[in-house]
């Protein structure tokens, strides 16, 4: 089968572990095999992080999304979204529409057409986006580093955050072990390229918090360029799919602003064979609303004797 190692099947399964931990003993704070702070093993660091890259979904997916935008100070609204995804030969890769205006008539009986911002990316290695509204004439655009950390329609969503390419950093600090939550969990700095000027006037580094046993993300903290705590990314619920587990919800809260947006899956399906030219930057040029899919399952066949 297909596996899709991605960061967001990684925090599934981070909640999964942590909805399923107030069973289980909780440790003291000074466990003597805690080490943050201890100048830790960076080799030993390097295995869990190699372990927590490898963790993956089976097939491709087809999400029915919405975003739930709530900011401290101004009314809620809710955007709702297509989401698919896959695994090219290069990497995760991910296919967006997201509706900011939905379709409407004037007072006229015109039919006013929907908005829709068009994303495509791919994490991991290779990782690159590109995106179109569908108001605009001309191909795709190509986002670079700081575009990256523009604000998805309104949102606390970035592309950054959807991405995660921090997961991937080559330079990285093992900070150690300590109890997170009442179980023993990893800490990482992950460092931003050296090279990549536009990314490092916005983020000076994530901090990543793995959970030992499970080697699943539990919680991740974006720094701004000046060092403090710009952004946490969390789940709020999971439910199963297609034998696989997902989460049911995802919040990003701004530690700054407090404002806050949802990412909640509508519906769900999983294990799926999608075309590969869904996507391609062409793909773009399309509503995925309107579009005629093909989708299908990976046949299973039983070793005969």
């Known amino acids: 089968m297909r596996r899709i190692p991605t960061f967001l099947w990684l925090l599934a399964l981070g909640a999964f572990f942590v909805l399923s931990s107030h069973g289980q003993r909780r440790l003291s704070k000074d466990s003597p095999l805690d080490t943050l702070g201890k100048n830790p093993n960076q080799e030993a660091g390097w295995e869990v992080l190699k372990t927590f890259r490898s963790m993956s979904w089976d097939g491709g997916y087809r999400w029915r999304i919405q975003l739930k935008i709530m900011p401290r100070r101004e009314k809620t609204r809710t955007l709702n979204g297509l989401m698919y995804g896959d695994r090219s030969e290069n990497g995760p890769v991910s296919r967006i529409d997201l509706i900011e205006r939905p379709a409407d008539v004037n007072a006229n009986g015109e039919t006013i057409p929907s908005k829709a911002l068009r994303m495509l990316f791919q994490s991991g290695k290779g990782s690159f ?77 994530v901090r990543l918090y793995i959970n030992d046993q499970f080697n699943v993300l539990v919680q991740t903290e974006v720094f701004d360029s000046a060092g403090k705590k710009a952004k946490t990314l969390s789940i709020v619920g999971i439910e199963k799919v297609d034998g696989q587990i997902i989460f049911k919800e995802m919040d990003v809260r701004n530690d700054k602003t407090r404002d806050k947006t949802r990412l909640k899956i509508v519906d769900a399906e999983m294990g799926l064979s999608l075309p590969s030219k869904l996507f391609e930057p062409q793909s773009l040029m399309d509503d995925l609303q309107r579009s005629v899919i093909d989708v299908g399952r990976p046949e299973a066949f039983e070793l005969v004797e």
């Open 129 to 205: 986006a590109i995106r179109k509204r569908s108001e605009e004439v001309g191909p795709p655009e190509v986002v670079d580093s700081g575009q990256m950390m523009e604000s998805i329609a309104g949102s606390e969503y970035t592309l950054f955050d959807l991405m995660a390419p921090y997961a991937f950093w080559p330079s990285f600090k093992y900070e150690g072990r300590t109890t997170f939550r009442g179980s023993p969990t990893h800490l990482f700095w992950m460092n931003p390229p050296e090279n990549d000027s536009l990314l490092k006037e916005h983020v000076s580094g």
